[in-house]
């Protein structure tokens, strides 16, 4: 899977952005990176998201212990990697039915959590039980909503850019293709959302704090993410401002 998000939409932590910047391409211009993308996986699907960015994914040579799966709901899109455990618990809590997958589910989290917010949300991921990665972007808000889980079970990196955009994906030379040296594996036990930028879901009140993160080569190549147990931050909770609030605004 692959995801582009213009700077605009997403703005990528600036510790991800190495010295040496001059091996990265410009992820969007004339479909670079979605082209690359489905010249290696050939009957992938592109979703094109305007000026927000692309969306990609391909359904051939999956791992059948972590399968990709789509989803789209109300121009929300999701792309979800993985399985999650406690899958029958989820449909129950968000009151789906029995036929929908993980990505529906994840859907519905965020949708959740956007327009009623019952509770915060590194407590939505911190629910979810098993191995995964997921992107999310809602269109109707221009938001992003990105996962791994505490394991970092889930191949999942991403990276800046030559123009600031934010990269992911599940295959790090897609990455590394757009980025150069500007990439990292995606922090675990961590969520990213388009307001509130990169959080740590199993210590919400802690800060994270970027570690340069150093090659075979000696030469360093985005930055690592930890959490930092000495600094605190105040929980800004959940605001509710009626059915169409947007718990991203808040967040």
Not at 122 to 127: A, E, G, H, P, Y
Request: aromatic share 10%; proline share 6%.
């Amino acid at each position: 899977m692959l995801a582009v998000f213009d700077n605009s939409v997403a703005k990528s932590p600036d510790a991800l952005n190495a010295p040496d910047h001059s091996e990265a391409a410009s992820a969007l211009k004339n479909g670079f990176l979605s082209n690359h993308f489905a010249s290696v996986h050939p009957g992938s699907v592109i979703i094109n998201l305007g000026s927000s960015g692309v969306m990609a994914y391909s359904l051939e040579k999956q791992n059948p212990l972590l399968p990709r799966i789509f989803a789209v709901v109300d121009d929300i899109f999701c792309m979800f990697q993985g399985h999650i455990e406690n899958i029958a618990l989820l449909k129950q809590q968000y009151g789906l039915n029995k036929t929908a997958n993980e990505g529906i589910i994840i859907i519905e989290a965020y949708r959740t959590l956007r327009d009623r917010g019952p509770y915060p949300p590194d407590q939505v991921v911190r629910d979810i039980q098993g191995k995964f990665a997921f992107i999310l972007y809602d269109s109707s808000s221009k938001a992003t909503f990105i996962a791994s889980d505490a394991d970092g079970s889930v191949p999942f990196f991403w990276g800046t850019d030559a123009e600031g955009h934010l990269v992911l994906a599940d295959d790090v030379e897609t990455v590394k293709k757009g980025c150069g040296k500007s990439f990292a594996p995606f922090p675990k036990g961590c969520f990213f959302t388009s307001s509130g930028g990169l959080r740590s879901f199993e210590h919400p009140l802690n800060e994270l704090k970027p570690m340069p993160r150093v090659d075979s080569s000696g030469q360093v190549c985005g930055a690592t993410f930890s959490v930092d147990a000495d600094t605190k931050k105040e929980s800004p909770g959940m605001k509710k401002v009626g059915s169409a609030a947007n718990w991203s605004a808040h967040y």
